[in-house]
Each structure stands twice: as C-alpha cells, then as structure tokens.
T-cell receptor, first 115, second 113 residues
C-alpha cells in the first residue's frame, strides 16, 4: 500500500541553525500538508500546498518557515533559524484532492530537537 | 474558535477489557468528526468518521457516535487487544470552512496481555 515517508526520523540541531525536513507524498496525490505536535500538546496545522503554491497557512507558519516541492516527488519544510520552541514532531500529509471528504495520509513524523 | 478536548492518557488496560476514550468538541459551524490512530513508528491513519448528528462511525471493532446534544464523539471498543496499543487522536473539520482538521492532543492506549 502506498505510504507517505519522511526523513530523517530524528534530527538534533543547534538554535539558530537551518533545518530541512523532507517528505515523499503518495505519488498521485495533489495536496500536501505540514503539521507539528509539540510534546504533550495538540497536533497543529502549519501549511497546505497545492499546484506549487501555498493554499493555506496558520499563524504559526511565519517567515521562519518555507515549503518547497523541488522535484516531482519531494516536499520539504525549511526552518530558517531554529528556536528552542521549534522542538516538536513534524508530520507531513498528502491527499488526492482537497475537499471535506478527502482522507489525508500522514507520514510517521520527524522528531526535531533544538538545543 | 474550533477545538477538540480528549481525555488525558495514558490509558492502560488488560487485553479483552472495554475501552472508552472521551472526546468533546466546540465548533463554529457544523463539524464532521474523526478518530485517527497512530501505531508506533507510523503516521496517523484515519480510523473512523461521522459526518452528521447520530451517525455512528465504526472500523476494526472501534465505534464512535456523533452526539450533537453533548458535543461528544467518544471512542469505544468492546474488547481491546495488545495490537490496539497506539495513540488515538480525535479531530473535527467544519463544513464550509477550511478542510484542515483540528486535532486534539492524542490519548495513548497501552494494552497489556
């Protein structure tokens, strides 16, 4: 069964460093998403992406964050200058379409620790 | 705004015990309700959903009924197995708004043999 994959599974970085989290969505999906979950808190939406542009973003997704689909398979989340509070589990998801009935398929997550 | 509140975990049960994980919500419009499950090392998977009041979603022996009067969508299973050990997330999507789910914090379930 097709699945969303994410790399790396764990990343440790120093405050102020740039990190790139990578995702490979399911191949025929058109909509892509990033979420994060700070330890013990809710899963929070960051951004959705369709047709090579951001379709929606939350207030969390400020200028420190960017997303890109650099080729036909990868979908990346870049954090330009990491802060301690960026430590969280980051989930990528994809869906075939973007409507209410569409199921989003999630990757296993990347656990980011900022020291 | 929209929000989902789940019971604190971890919930620890013996195999074949009855499971309830409570979920209540507040929504600005008419929501569809979902339960997702995350097994160790895997991504969140849709477990079941209900799109209108009194609907019952079911899958893999799990059930949840959309209760508009109590704004709840509690997850139940009559007899849990060790393989049900996972984190369970309740979520909602409000019709007519963004199609992005609002999630709860997740409830960890640990089932002992």
């Amino acid at each position: 069964e097709p699945e969303v994959t994410q790399t790396p599974s764990h990343q440790v970085t120093q405050m102020g460093q740039e990190v790139i989290l990578r995702c490979v969505p399911i191949s025929n999906h058109l909509y892509f998403y990033w979420y994060r979950q700070i330890l013990g808190q809710k899963v929070e939406f960051l951004v959705s992406f369709y047709n090579n542009e951001i379709s929606e973003k939350s207030e969390i997704f400020d200028d420190q964050f960017s997303v890109e689909r650099p080729d036909g398979s990868n979908f990346t989340l870049k954090i330009r200058s990491t802060k301690l509070e960026d430590s969280a589990m980051y989930f990528c998801a994809s869906s075939e379409m973007g409507g209410l009935g569409e199921t989003q398929y999630f990757g296993p997550g990347t656990r980011l620790l900022v020291l | 705004g929209d929000s989902v509140t789940q019971m604190e975990g971890p919930v620890t049960l013996s195999e074949e015990a009855f499971l309830t994980i409570n979920c209540t919500y507040t929504a600005t419009g008419y929501p569809s309700l979902f339960w997702y499950v995350q097994y160790p090392g895997e991504g969140l998977q849709l477990l079941l959903k209900a799109t209108k009041a009194d609907d019952k979603g079911s899958n893999k022996g799990f059930e949840a009924t959309y209760r508009k009067e109590t704004t709840s969508f509690h997850l139940e299973k009559g007899s849990v197995q060790v393989s049900d050990s996972a984190v369970y997330f309740c979520a909602l999507i409000v019709s007519g708004g963004s199609y992005i789910p609002t999630f709860g914090r997740g409830t960890s379930l640990i089932v002992h043999p």
